[in-house]
């Protein structure tokens, strides 16, 4: 089999304490990303979901650190590997765009040569060249007068323009990774859509993959073929898209889908999740969404579950998992 | 060194510091029971000169001038055969006395002014304002040293100086707290309770203002020191031939080759009250925030 | 850019009251005194000639507004009076004492942002390391000193001690100059780098936390790079206007270590008038001076606004 594009093994991500144990963020996770799939990280805020992601691309905030595991990238190792090597591979191999575009773009710098940023430094252009390039990314992008906006300090654009300047600086170099954090929780449903629209479609003309972080299952129904749903650090169900969302496994992501609305059945009820996530430093050994589950035994607290194929290619964390949704009884 | 200006901006930061700092009882906060420590043996020696001092202070025995550290005289004695550690001990009193009393005309005046302005805000506000404005225009220095001159040197001028160039900044510091305070939803209960503006400024505003005053007072004193030891220094402070440390430092830079330890060691001096009074400054300022007090 | 320079004029409007404001403190400086303005500010040794000199120049006998007027007219033909002491009009003492304070003000400058931006930086990395306590210490130290004593002390070692450099003077040519502007600029940008520092560390922490360095991350800069695209620019904005603030009290500094130095500019002339009571050198020098705070303050609304392109000073008054 080839070598995933990105393989996350056992990533337990926390906060290191001297005189108390390590709190705990982002539990033993695991997962594969192939080249050009499209993967959705989909959790409540909290999940961890975020943060998985900001370790991939060495950017988790002050005091948080990876504890112990492995991410490679096209079987190198990312972690310990030294910064100046690492963010090496930030720009023409991984980019990353972020939720909030305001923040993320520096408010002192016209945003067409903050796109040309990246460029200059990988692609050796000049800086006409690179301009040009910023202009022609821009452009793609499907953002008007494109000449005249790479002009323009990001408080001058409104948030959809700014979320498509994000992609064409993350998209410039060409990565063959594109990490997406909420991209579009900060915007307007309509300009949504349309920012989601232009983010697949220049995917697929570049064969990037996708790391989709999101809490919207609409999103990701729309935009990925593969995902994984986290629940308080943990992934407690993984696999292709068509097949979590017809046929959950986990009481948790069939109280998300339940909790969602869904615009094939509008006369369907919404049925929130009872209770809320857990707390961080209160963390059990046994399934953290034990307490909120109305099907939890009392195996449940004991330990993880461990995760299991319920069907070709779908994972699901839970020991009651059949029970639950085949009706077998043992 | 601090000035008006420094001192208000960095005090904006360093309260912005204070603020992310932990909580901790009184005793365990390290900067100020090192702030107690410092100024408190220093107002102790101020205290205690007339029994601490060897030597008066002012006698001159010019049989015996610029002696070098000796068993007699353990850092020597200047041009006029004065002790030098005695000056050193007398001028404590001084420096110390004229460094707090000089905070306390500017303190009220600058206060009240900013408090009215603040609270009152409209034409008023807009005509202090341009006043303070004005104010700040003449660097610390340059108004102080004026005013000496126009006054005459003496302790007396040296309060009015300070006193004329330091208000602004209460002016504004308080003005800034009672703009926020005015907005406090208990500050508008009381108005809507039909309480007369000044009960609301004296019980309601007042106590959580003039607790960021008292702290800006604090980082004031070491300005005042270093103000009052920079005119000495320039030979229009405190007369002579009253001990004082900047007088000191003045009499000892013509002997720097010879005797060192003339100048440097009333510098030293100085620096230590100065860092004594910005740790005790910072403890107030943790102790007395009021984030600390909910 | 140009077109967000507009506020210039504006602002320029703006500080006319202010100007306005320190004529009439100058003005009114030497009326504070009781009796004839001229005796009191001459004191009681000054002979009669000197004294009917200077109520000439005040036009004491005048009504107090006329005496106003007539100054500020003076002022605007750039008439400052004459120096009691050296016969001289101030204007032209005025003339041979600027260029000497401005230079030792444009080196401390210098100075103080060569030390201050990579201490802040050292200081800002790490926030609660060990290289940020030892700038802290630096800060603290340096905010403790007073401004002639290290001067003093700079002289016994670089000066006495290690010969490096004259114990005090001007020189004669422009290189003499920088040679003997070195110390006394030193001196000034050791106790002005606290302040700048602070500002300094604090934006920068802050910068350095914000998603937007985090995005320039994600493009692959690191290091200096990072530093000066993405985190100087963004951090020095705050500090602008701290510095801007702080060259008043750069001033007041200055004239305090010309004194030390013997440096022949403003300073050492407004201290030599008052030991020979010569006011309209002094009245002179203080007008100079607080005019060149106000117009420094202009010259930060200018600089900030170029530095940050959300500022728009011009859109206030058009709204």
Same mark, same amino acid.
């Given at each position: 089999m080839e070598t995933p594009l990105l393989s996350v093994k056992s990533l337990t991500i926390g906060i290191r304490r001297s005189k108390s144990a390590d709190t705990i963020i982002v539990d033993d996770l695991s997962f594969d990303i192939q080249r050009g799939e499209r993967f959705g990280i989909v959790g409540e805020s909290g999940s961890g979901k975020s943060l998985t992601l900001r370790a +991939?691309?060495?950017?988790?905030?002050?005091?948080?650190?990876?504890?112990?595991?492995? +991410?490679?990238?096209?079987? #190198?190792?990312? +972690?310990?590997m030294p910064t100046v090597q690492r963010r090496r591979l930030m720009g023409p191999e991984i980019a990353m765009i972020f939720q909030e575009p305001m923040t993320a773009l520096n408010p002192v710098i016209r945003v067409g040569d903050q796109i040309a940023e990246g460029p200059r430094r990988y692609l050796g252009l000049s800086k006409k060249a690179a301009m040009a390039l910023a202009i022609e990314m821009m452009a793609k992008t499907g953002i008007p007068d494109p000449a005249r906006r790479a002009r323009a300090y990001p408080h001058e654009l409104s948030g959809g323009l700014r979320q498509r300047i994000m992609i064409a600086m993350a998209l410039s170099c060409g990565p063959k990774l594109l990490?997406?954090?909420?991209?579009?929780?900060?915007?307007?449903?309509?300009?949504?859509?349309? *920012?989601?629209? *232009?983010?697949?479609?220049?995917?697929?003309?570049?064969?990037? #993959?996708? #790391?989709? *972080?999101?809490?919207?299952? #609409?999103v990701v129904n729309q935009t990925c073929t593969d995902l994984a749903v986290m629940y308080a650090g943990h992934i407690i169900e993984s696999g292709k898209v068509k097949s979590v969302f017809h046929d959950p496994r986990h009481p948790y992501t069939k109280g998300l889908l339940d909790s969602a609305p869904d615009f094939d059945q509008p006369e369907r009820d919404l049925v929130p999740i009872p209770g809320f996530p857990p707390n961080l430093a209160a963390r059990t050994s046994g399934c953290p969404f034990a307490p909120r589950c109305v099907f939890a035994v009392e195996a449940c607290t004991v330990a993880m579950p461990p995760t299991m194929e319920v069907a070709p290619g779908h994972n699901a964390a839970c020991i009651e998992s059949q029970h639950i949704f085949e009706g077998v009884t043992v | 060194m601090t000035t008006p200006t420094a001192a208000l901006v960095s005090f904006k930061e360093r309260r912005r510091a204070v603020r992310s700092r932990s909580i901790k009882p009184w005793y365990r906060n390290g900067s100020l029971m090192a702030g107690i420590i410092i100024v408190g043996l220093l107002v102790l020696v101020a205290v205690l000169a007339p029994v601490l001092a060897p030597y008066d202070p002012v006698a001159q025995h010019l049989t015996n001038a610029l002696a070098s550290p000796n068993a007699a005289h353990w850092l020597g004695t200047d041009k006029f055969g004065r002790d030098v550690l005695s000056r050193l001990i007398w001028g404590a009193q001084v420096d110390l006395r004229v460094g707090f009393l000089a905070v306390l005309i500017p303190f009220v005046v600058g206060s009240v002014l900013g408090a009215i302005a603040g609270y009152f805000g409209g034409w008023l506000d807009t005509v202090l304002m341009r006043i303070v404005d004005i104010f700040f225009a003449f660097p610390f220095y340059v108004m102080v040293i004026v005013l000496v001159f126009i006054f005459g040197s003496g302790e007396a001028s040296i309060y009015i100086a300070i006193a004329a160039v330091s208000w602004v900044s209460y002016a504004r510091i308080v003005r800034g707290e009672v703009l926020i305070a005015k907005k406090q939803d208990y500050v508008v209960a009381a108005r809507l309770g039909g309480m007369s503006h000044a009960r609301i400024l004296v019980r309601h505003i007042g106590p959580n203002v003039l607790s960021q005053a008292i702290i800006y007072g604090m980082s004031d004193i070491v300005m005042d020191i270093m103000a009052i030891v920079t005119l000495g220094y320039l030979g229009l402070g405190i007369n002579p031939p009253t001990a004082e440390w900047g007088s000191m430092i003045n009499d000892g830079q013509e002997f720097i080759t010879t005797l060192w330890q003339q100048a440097t060691i009333p510098g030293l001096v100085v620096v230590i009250t100065s860092l004594g009074l910005s740790w005790l400054g910072d403890g107030l300022s943790d102790l007395l925030s009021p984030e600390r007090r909910k | 850019m140009l077109h967000r320079l507009r506020f210039i004029p504006g602002r320029l409007i703006q500080s006319i009251p202010v100007a306005f404001g320190v004529t009439l403190i @100058?003005?009114?400086?030497?009326?504070?005194?009781?009796?004839?303005?001229? %005796?009191?500010?001459?004191?009681?040794?000054?002979?009669?000639?000197? &004294?009917?000199?200077?109520?000439k120049q005040l036009g004491l006998n005048t009504p107090i507004w006329e005496q106003y007027f007539g100054f500020l007219g003076r002022i605007f033909q750039g008439n400052l009076g004459t120096s009691?002491?050296?016969?001289?009009?101030?204007?032209?003492?005025?003339?041979?004492?600027?260029?000497?304070?401005?230079?030792?003000?444009?080196? !401390?400058?210098?100075?103080?942002? @060569?030390?201050?931006?990579? %201490? !802040?930086?050292?200081?800002?990395?790490?926030?609660?390391?060990?290289?940020?306590?030892?700038?802290?210490?630096?800060?603290?130290?340096?905010?403790?000193?007073?401004?002639?004593?290290?001067?003093?002390?700079?002289?016994?070692?670089?000066?006495?001690?290690?010969?490096?450099?004259? &114990?005090?003077?001007?020189?004669?040519?422009?290189?003499?100059?920088?040679?003997?502007?070195?110390?006394?600029?030193?001196?000034?940008?050791?106790?002005?780098?606290?302040?700048?520092?602070?500002?300094?560390?604090?934006?920068?922490?802050?910068?350095?936390?914000?998603?937007?360095?985090?995005? !320039?991350?994600?493009?692959?800069?690191?290091?200096?790079? %990072?530093?000066?695209?993405?985190?100087?620019?963004?951090?020095?904005?705050?500090?602008?206007?701290?510095?801007?603030?702080?060259?008043?009290?750069?001033?007041?500094?200055?004239?305090v270590i010309e004194k030390v130095f013997a440096l022949p500019g403003l300073g050492s002339m407004m201290i030599n008038a008052i030991f020979t009571r010569d006011f309209p050198t002094i009245q002179g020098v203080t007008l100079f001076v607080a005019l060149f705070v106000v117009v420094v303050g202009i010259l930060t609304d200018v600089v900030y606004t170029m530095l940050d392109p959300r500022v728009n000073f011009g859109a206030k008054e058009q709204s």
């Amino acid at each position: 089999m080839e070598t995933p594009l990105l393989s996350v093994k056992s990533l337990t991500i926390g906060i290191r304490r001297s005189k108390s144990a390590d709190t705990i963020i982002v539990d033993d996770l695991s997962f594969d990303i192939q080249r050009g799939e499209r993967f959705g990280i989909v959790g409540e805020s909290g999940s961890g979901k975020s943060l998985t992601l900001r370790a +991939i691309a060495d950017l988790l905030p002050k005091g948080v650190e990876v504890l112990s595991g492995s +991410i490679r990238y096209n079987g #190198a190792e990312l +972690i310990g590997m030294p910064t100046v090597q690492r963010r090496r591979l930030m720009g023409p191999e991984i980019a990353m765009i972020f939720q909030e575009p305001m923040t993320a773009l520096n408010p002192v710098i016209r945003v067409g040569d903050q796109i040309a940023e990246g460029p200059r430094r990988y692609l050796g252009l000049s800086k006409k060249a690179a301009m040009a390039l910023a202009i022609e990314m821009m452009a793609k992008t499907g953002i008007p007068d494109p000449a005249r906006r790479a002009r323009a300090y990001p408080h001058e654009l409104s948030g959809g323009l700014r979320q498509r300047i994000m992609i064409a600086m993350a998209l410039s170099c060409g990565p063959k990774l594109l990490l997406c954090d909420e991209p579009t929780t900060a915007l307007d449903v309509t300009v949504q859509h349309q *920012v989601l629209k *232009v983010l697949e479609k220049l995917c697929d003309d570049s064969g990037a #993959a996708l #790391a989709f *972080v999101t809490h919207d299952l #609409a999103v990701v129904n729309q935009t990925c073929t593969d995902l994984a749903v986290m629940y308080a650090g943990h992934i407690i169900e993984s696999g292709k898209v068509k097949s979590v969302f017809h046929d959950p496994r986990h009481p948790y992501t069939k109280g998300l889908l339940d909790s969602a609305p869904d615009f094939d059945q509008p006369e369907r009820d919404l049925v929130p999740i009872p209770g809320f996530p857990p707390n961080l430093a209160a963390r059990t050994s046994g399934c953290p969404f034990a307490p909120r589950c109305v099907f939890a035994v009392e195996a449940c607290t004991v330990a993880m579950p461990p995760t299991m194929e319920v069907a070709p290619g779908h994972n699901a964390a839970c020991i009651e998992s059949q029970h639950i949704f085949e009706g077998v009884t043992v | 060194m601090t000035t008006p200006t420094a001192a208000l901006v960095s005090f904006k930061e360093r309260r912005r510091a204070v603020r992310s700092r932990s909580i901790k009882p009184w005793y365990r906060n390290g900067s100020l029971m090192a702030g107690i420590i410092i100024v408190g043996l220093l107002v102790l020696v101020a205290v205690l000169a007339p029994v601490l001092a060897p030597y008066d202070p002012v006698a001159q025995h010019l049989t015996n001038a610029l002696a070098s550290p000796n068993a007699a005289h353990w850092l020597g004695t200047d041009k006029f055969g004065r002790d030098v550690l005695s000056r050193l001990i007398w001028g404590a009193q001084v420096d110390l006395r004229v460094g707090f009393l000089a905070v306390l005309i500017p303190f009220v005046v600058g206060s009240v002014l900013g408090a009215i302005a603040g609270y009152f805000g409209g034409w008023l506000d807009t005509v202090l304002m341009r006043i303070v404005d004005i104010f700040f225009a003449f660097p610390f220095y340059v108004m102080v040293i004026v005013l000496v001159f126009i006054f005459g040197s003496g302790e007396a001028s040296i309060y009015i100086a300070i006193a004329a160039v330091s208000w602004v900044s209460y002016a504004r510091i308080v003005r800034g707290e009672v703009l926020i305070a005015k907005k406090q939803d208990y500050v508008v209960a009381a108005r809507l309770g039909g309480m007369s503006h000044a009960r609301i400024l004296v019980r309601h505003i007042g106590p959580n203002v003039l607790s960021q005053a008292i702290i800006y007072g604090m980082s004031d004193i070491v300005m005042d020191i270093m103000a009052i030891v920079t005119l000495g220094y320039l030979g229009l402070g405190i007369n002579p031939p009253t001990a004082e440390w900047g007088s000191m430092i003045n009499d000892g830079q013509e002997f720097i080759t010879t005797l060192w330890q003339q100048a440097t060691i009333p510098g030293l001096v100085v620096v230590i009250t100065s860092l004594g009074l910005s740790w005790l400054g910072d403890g107030l300022s943790d102790l007395l925030s009021p984030e600390r007090r909910k | 850019m140009l077109h967000r320079l507009r506020f210039i004029p504006g602002r320029l409007i703006q500080s006319i009251p202010v100007a306005f404001g320190v004529t009439l403190i @100058v003005f009114f400086m030497a009326r504070l005194l009781p009796g004839n303005p001229a %005796l009191a500010l001459l004191g009681q040794r000054a002979t009669p000639e000197s &004294v009917a000199a200077l109520s000439k120049q005040l036009g004491l006998n005048t009504p107090i507004w006329e005496q106003y007027f007539g100054f500020l007219g003076r002022i605007f033909q750039g008439n400052l009076g004459t120096s009691i002491t050296y016969q001289q009009p101030v204007t032209s003492l005025l003339a041979q004492a600027i260029p000497v304070t401005m230079s030792l003000l444009g080196l !401390a400058l210098l100075f103080s942002l @060569v030390i201050s931006i990579p %201490l !802040a930086a050292l200081a800002a990395f790490r926030p609660g390391g060990a290289r940020d306590l030892g700038v802290r210490a630096f800060t603290l130290l340096g905010q403790g000193m007073p401004q002639f004593w290290l001067g003093i002390m700079l002289i016994l070692l670089l000066a006495v001690g290690l010969r490096a450099f004259p &114990v005090g003077g001007y020189g004669n040519s422009a290189g003499d100059h920088l040679y003997y502007l070195f110390l006394p600029a030193l001196t000034l940008a050791i106790t002005m780098c606290p302040t700048i520092i602070r500002s300094l560390r604090s934006s920068m922490i802050d910068v350095l936390e914000s998603e937007y360095v985090g995005t !320039a991350k994600s493009k692959g800069s690191y290091g200096a790079a %990072l530093f000066r695209g993405h985190v100087l620019r963004n951090a020095a904005i705050p500090t602008v206007s701290v510095i801007g603030v702080n060259l008043g009290f750069l001033v007041g500094g200055s004239l305090v270590i010309e004194k030390v130095f013997a440096l022949p500019g403003l300073g050492s002339m407004m201290i030599n008038a008052i030991f020979t009571r010569d006011f309209p050198t002094i009245q002179g020098v203080t007008l100079f001076v607080a005019l060149f705070v106000v117009v420094v303050g202009i010259l930060t609304d200018v600089v900030y606004t170029m530095l940050d392109p959300r500022v728009n000073f011009g859109a206030k008054e058009q709204s």
